[in-house]
T-cell receptor
């Protein structure tokens, strides 16, 4: 079946522009995550949805960042008034559930290819 | 403050030999540790995990070792193959939360 898809794959924005990044998770996956990966760094958590409920948004760096998943499937990450420091790869991941199914198992998060955002 | 640290940005290993990637962490409350592999222009893909109650997990050519007293884990790949050339991320998470905390990655190059 299809994996996690993200669009656009590349986005160039002028400073101050608003951008919207889309994520299509694997069908049937309850949990959806957004991560930000700066150059040379590992991905950093931004926010987490279980179905349509945003359960954790502790990683969003400022109130310019907003994420939604209104019908519990597709999600959009919106960045308002983009700044140069927002330049990064934005990764979306989905998993079947948010918590481990058993005490010794890990619910794999499947990642999309990312959207590379460049703010000029 | 980085909770998960990969101190070697890069590693070069000859094909057929063992690759050992290292990772240190600071929080003893992590419940799971993960290794993800990433090729250019692709998202990370899950490789192997280990629960904090284990000290070893093996899957084919890949073995992860966990030393809780030292807060250290390592990934062993043997024998190393050209397709193993990628960036490897060490990561950790709590069972009470779902977000993954990643290290900064180690770029592994397998030379012929």
């Amino acid at each position: 079946g299809a994996g996690v898809s993200q669009s656009p794959r590349y986005k160039v924005a002028k400073r101050g522009q608003d951008v919207a990044l889309r994520c299509d998770p694997i069908s049937g996956h309850v949990s959806l995550f957004w991560y930000q990966q700066a150059l040379g760094q590992g991905p950093e958590f931004l926010t987490y949805f279980q179905n349509e409920a945003q359960l954790d948004k502790s990683g969003l760096p400022s109130d310019r960042f907003f994420a939604e998943r209104p019908e519990g499937s597709v999600s959009t990450l919106k960045i308002q008034r983009t700044q140069q420091e927002d330049s990064a790869v934005y990764l979306c991941a989905s998993s079947l559930t948010g918590r481990p199914l058993a005490s010794e198992s890990y619910n794999e998060q499947f990642f999309g290819p990312g959207t590379r955002l460049t703010v000029l | 403050d980085q909770q998960v640290k990969q101190n070697s940005p890069s590693l070069s290993v000859q094909e057929g030999r063992i690759s050992i990637l290292n990772c240190d962490y600071t929080n003893s409350m992590f419940d799971y540790f993960l290794w993800y592999k990433k090729y250019p222009a692709e998202g990370p893909t899950f490789l192997i995990s280990i629960s904090s109650i284990k000290d070893k997990n093996e899957d084919g050519r890949f073995t992860v070792f966990l030393n809780k007293s030292a807060k250290h884990l390592s990934l062993h790949i043997v024998p190393s193959q050209p397709g193993d050339s990628a960036v490897y991320f060490c990561a950790a998470l709590y069972s009470s939360a779902s977000k993954i905390i990643f290290g900064s990655g180690t770029r592994l190059s397998i030379r012929p």
